[in-house]
Each structure stands twice: as C-alpha cells, then as structure tokens.
C-alpha cells in the first residue's frame, strides 16, 4: 500500500487549497472500508491530528480538530482510491506538512492518534504568508 499526497503550496492568508491524497495496492473496493485522516507537522511540534473519515462500515463520519473545524473539509473519492483535504481561510499558523495516512482498524477513540494509522504519504509542504 502507498499514499501519494500532493497539492501543497503557498498561498496568502485567508486564501484556500486542496489536498490530494491518491492511495494504491489496496485490494479491489478494501480502500472503502480504510478509515483516513490528514496529520500536519509544525516545526518544533509534534506531529498533529487533522482530520480524519471513516470506512464505509462506519457510515463515513468524518472528525476535526478544533483548530480547524469550520475551515477544512476532509472527504474522498472511493472510486479514484483517493482522499481530499479542502482547507479555507487558511490562517499562517496552518503551515506546516501535511501527511495522509490510512488504517483498516482505527477505533473512534484513536483517531486523532498518529500510532493507530499504519500506512502513511510522504508529505506536502503548505506555506500560509501573512
């Protein structure tokens, strides 16, 4: 399995920018079932949960971090094998690199937790200018 995320760039403050997130070697309609979610990297932090969407089994619910609840949107496209973060009134403090990651067997408990995603994208950088 691979995550290939991309779409990361600079933008002004309060513009937008949507991420992609295209995944590959799942079995035939199994990445469906994957809960994914987006984490970001800040320097000099840890990395942070984003947000995430679950399986189909789980009705594809979707969970956002506090700081950005309202601005980003997170979904995905099961028939491209592929995720999405739409990020809006993009503020500095959202700099950071953005990852994708994917799990078959996320608990709702575990989701903003970076050990409970097995599988991970290498990254893309977004700079927010103020």
């Known amino acids: 399995v691979q995550l290939q995320a991309s779409g990361g760039g600079v933008v002004q403050a309060g513009g937008s920018l949507r991420l992609s997130c295209a995944a590959s070697?799942?079995?035939?309609?199994?990445?469906?079932?994957?809960?994914v979610a987006w984490f970001r990297h800040i320097p000099g932090k840890e990395r942070e949960f984003v947000a995430d969407i679950r399986g189909s089994g789980s009705g594809g619910r979707t969970y956002y971090d506090d700081s950005v609840k309202g601005r980003f949107t997170i979904s995905r496209d099961n028939t491209k094998n592929t995720m999405y973060l739409q990020m809006n009134s993009l503020k500095p403090e959202d700099t950071a690199v953005y990852y994708c990651a994917a799990d078959a067997g996320v608990i709702l408990s575990s989701v903003s937790l970076n050990q409970a995603y097995k599988y991970w994208g290498q990254g893309t950088l977004v700079t927010v200018s103020s």
């Open positions: 070697g799942f079995t035939f309609g199994s990445f469906s079932r994957y809960t």
